[in-house]
C-alpha cells in the first residue's frame, strides 16, 4: 500500500512556504467565507462606511463657501448656518465612524479567531510525520505571525483602504468639477506613485518575508532551548544559547535595517513626487486665481480636495504591501487547513465491535517514510489473545515502539495488516480505536493546569469527582494528592514539573485507569523510578492490568519476568517467544540481553 505524505507549509524548504504570483492576492478570497455568516454585519459597516466616507468630502466644500461668502459679504448669518450644517454633519459623521470601526473591528477579530480556530483543528489532525519534519517552536511562531498580519489587514487596513477609496474617487470627480486641467496636472503625479509602489513594493515584499522567516527561526530557538532548560544548566550552555538567540536577534536586527532604508526610500520618493505636484498645483491655481478664473473658496476646496487625494493615494501604497504580506499570511493558513491528513478514516468505517482487546498482527512491514531504506519491522506476525500480557523486548533499534505506534495508527502499516477484534485497523473509526488504548510511558506527558484536570483527561467523558478520585485511588496516587494544601486542584505546572518522578507516574496511570481501555500499553513504566516509587507503580500496574490485554516494552529485562509470553525482536523481526525461563533455556537473544543487562546493572552497584 503507497502512502503519501501529508504535505502543508513550514518546511525547511522556504520555497514551498510562498504563494505563487498569481494568485499572491488571490488567496484573500479565501477570507470571505468567515464572512458570511455574519453578513449583515459586514452589510452594515460597508453603509456605514460609504456615508462617513461621503459626508468627509463635505468639509472642504463647507470651507469653500464659508471663504467666499466671508469675502463677499459683512453679514455673518450665512457664515453661522455654515458653521452650524458643519458641526451637524460632524456629530453625524461620528455616530456612522463609530458604527464602521467597532462593526469592522467585531468582523476583523471574529474572522481571526475563526481562523486561528480552524488551522489548530487541522493541526490536530495532522499525523506524527507532519510534525517530525518540523520544528515545533518554528510552526508556533509563524502561526502565531501570520494569524497577526492577517488580523492587521481584516481589522484596519482595509477599513482605511476602503473609506480612503471612496473619499479618493468622490474627491477626483469634485476636482473635475472645480477646474479640469488644474486636477489633470494634480494627477500627472500618479504615474510616478504607482511606478514607485511597484519598484519598490517587490523588494520590500522580498525582504519583508526573509525578516519574518528569520524571526520565525529564533522563535523555533527560544522554544527549543526553554523547552530543554534543564539540559542547557546541567551542561553549562547558557552562555552558548544566550549567544546563539543573540547571533539570530542581530542577523534578524540587520535585515530588517536593510527593509527600514528601503522604505524609508520609498516614503521619501512618493512625498517628494506628491509635493512637486502639490507645487505645481499651487503655481497654476495661483495664476488662475489673479486672472480671475477661480474663486479663493474654489482654490481653497482644490487644495483640500488635492490633499485628500493624496493622503488616499499614500494609505493605498501603504496598504498594498500590507496585502502582500497578508495575502503571503493567508496562504500559509490555508495551506495547514488544506492538507489532507495521511491517517484519517476510510469513506465507509467498520463499527468496533465487542470485545475484550484481541490483536493480530499479520505478515506488517514498515519503514518511517524518512528512512524508507530502512525497515524497522519486516513480515512480523504476532497474534495477542484477550486478557493476555506480553512484554516486547530487543535492543534499541529493534521496532518496539515502532509496533505500539501502528497500533495507534500514528502511521499506517507498508505490507501486511494489523487486526483489533478482528477488524483491520484502518477500517474502524479512528477516535474508536484509540479510546480501547491507553499507554503509561516512561516521561508521562502532563499538561499544566490542577491533578483533576490530568487525571480526568483521560475519560472520554466529562468525570466526576468521585470517578477521579476513584482513579487516583487504584493508582496509589490519592493519598499524596490529598496531602497537597489544594488537593485535586494543585497546580501541577508545565508538564508537571511541580511533581517528582513517581508522582507524575501515578497520575499518568490513573488518566489511563479512567479511560478503562481493553488494551493497556506500558512503554518503560518504571525504568526512571526509584525503588519505592518503583513499587508503588507496579502495585497500582498489577491492579490496572488484571482482565486488560496488556503490552509491555522494557528494556529492563527484570519488569518483563512475569509477563504471560515475551516476545523477542532483533534486525526488525520476531526472533524467539516464549516465557522467561524457556527463553533463558536456549541461549538465544534473549539470554544475551539479560546478560548484557546484568552486567550493566552490576557495574552501576559497584
Known sequence: MQRTVARGPYLDDPKDEQPKDRRRLAVLWRLLPLVRP??????????????????????????????????????????????????????????????????????????????????????????????????????????????????????????????????????????????????????????????????????????????????????????????????????????????????????????????????????????????????????????????????????????????????????????WGSLQRAAGATDRLFAVIDTEPEIRDVATTTPLPPGKGALRLEHVSFAYPTRRAQPVLTDVSLAIAPGEVIAVVGPSGAGKSTILSLLYRFYDVDAGRILFEGVDVRELPLADLRRTLAMVAQEPVLFSGTIRNNIAY????????????????????????????????????????????GQKQRIALARAIIANPRVLILDEATSNLDAESEAAVQAALARLMQGRTTIIVAHRLSTVRDADRIVVLEDARIVEEGRHDELMARHGTYHRLVEHQLIADHRVAS
Open 458 to 501: 483521560g475519560a472520554a467523558h466529562a468525570a466526576s469527582q468521585a470517578e477521579v478520585e476513584a482513579a487516583a485511588r487504584d493508582a496509589y496516587a490519592h493519598d499524596f494528592i490529598a496531602g497537597f494544601p489544594d488537593g485535586y486542584d494543585t497546580l501541577i505546572g508545565e508538564r508537571g514539573t511541580k511533581l517528582s518522578g
Open 38 to 319: 455574519h453578513l449583515w454585519r459586514f452589510v452594515l459597516a460597508l453603509l456605514c462606511l460609504f456615508a462617513a466616507s461621503s459626508i468627509m468630502l463635505v468639509y472642504p466644500w463647507a470651507a469653500k463657501e464659508a471663504i467666499d461668502v466671508g469675502m463677499r459679504s459683512t453679514a455673518s448669518r450665512n457664515l453661522d448656518l455654515i458653521v452650524a450644517a458643519i458641526i451637524g454633519v460632524f456629530l453625524l459623521n461620528a455616530v456612522l465612524v463609530w458604527l464602521r470601526s467597532y462593526t469592522l473591528s467585531w468582523l476583523g477579530e471574529r474572522i481571526v479567531s475563526d481562523l486561528r480556530g480552524m488551522v489548530f483543528d487541522r493541526i490536530l489532525t495532522l499525523p506524527l510525520s507532519w510534525f517530525h519534519e518540523r520544528r515545533t517552536g518554528e510552526l508556533v511562531g509563524r502561526l502565531a505571525s501570520d494569524v497577526t498580519i492577517v488580523q492587521g489587514v481584516v481589522s484596519s487596513d482595509l477599513s482605511i483602504s476602503l473609506r480612503n477609496g471612496v473619499q479618493m474617487l468622490g474627491a477626483l470627480v469634485l476636482l473635475f468639477v472645480i477646474d479640469v486641467e488644474l486636477t489633470l496636472l494634480m494627477l500627472a503625479i500618479v504615474p510616478v506613485t504607482v511606478i514607485t509602489t511597484i519598484y519598490f513594493g517587490r523588494r520590500i515584499r522580498r525582504m519583508t518575508r526573509a525578516v519574518q522567516d528569520e524571526l520565525a527561526k529564533v522563535s523555533g530557538q527560544v522554544q527549543e532551548s526553554i523547552g530543554a532548560i534543564g539540559t542547557v544548566q546541567s551542561f553549562v550552555r547558557e552562555g552558548y544559547e544566550a549567544q546563539r538567540y543573540r547571533g539570530g536577534v542581530e542577523h534578524a536586527f540587520g535585515m530588517t535595517l536593510k527593509l527600514v532604508r528601503w522604505r524609508s526610500w520609498f516614503f521619501s520618493t512618493t512625498m517628494t513626487a506628491g509635493y512637486i505636484g502639490i507645487a505645481l498645483v499651487i503655481w497654476l491655481g495661483g495664476r488662475r486665481l489673479i486672472a480671475d478664473q477661480l474663486t479663493p473658496g474654489d482654490l481653497t476646496s482644490f487644495f483640500l480636495y488635492t490633499f485628500m487625494v493624496a493622503s488616499a493615494l499614500g494609505d493605498l501604497a501603504n496598504l
